[in-house]
């Protein structure tokens, strides 16, 4: 069964780094986009970063300059570099791929089960 491993995640103190891992799993011909969205309680859930198939990023506005998206397309997992931490990016975030299984071989858009991300003042 194809599905989204997300990893990472945790407690730090602002001003501080971490880094989240999204990983596809099953038998997967292709990976498409990849991204993370987040989701603070009692917000809309917002763009933390995204890489298109073809190689281009886009960043929120609120990490730009902060956060770093790679994708590795072989292993077919994603990885968020985030810097410089602050407390308004407390949130649970979500990984997506638009990841093409082996039996149905039909791009099919996949989120992860979401991971928390505390920055402690």
């Known amino acids: 069964q194809v599905r989204l491993v997300e990893s990472g995640g945790g407690l730090v103190q602002a001003g501080g780094s971490l880094d989240l891992s999204c990983a596809g799993s099953?038998?997967?011909?292709?990976?498409?986009?990849m991204g993370w969205y987040r989701q603070a309680p009692g917000k809309q859930r917002e763009l933390v970063a995204q890489m298109s198939s073809m190689g281009s990023t886009d960043y929120g506005d609120s990490v730009k300059g902060r956060v770093t998206i790679s994708v590795d397309n072989v292993e077919k997992t994603g990885f968020l570099q985030m810097n410089g931490l602050r407390p308004e990016d407390t949130a649970v975030y979500y990984c997506?791929?638009?990841?093409?299984?082996?039996?149905?071989?039909?791009?099919?858009?996949?989120w992860g089960q979401g991971t928390q991300v505390t920055v402690s003042s």
């Open positions: 997506y791929a638009v990841l093409t299984p082996l039996d149905s071989e039909i791009p099919t858009h996949y």
């Open positions: 099953g038998s997967i011909v292709r990976l498409g986009a």
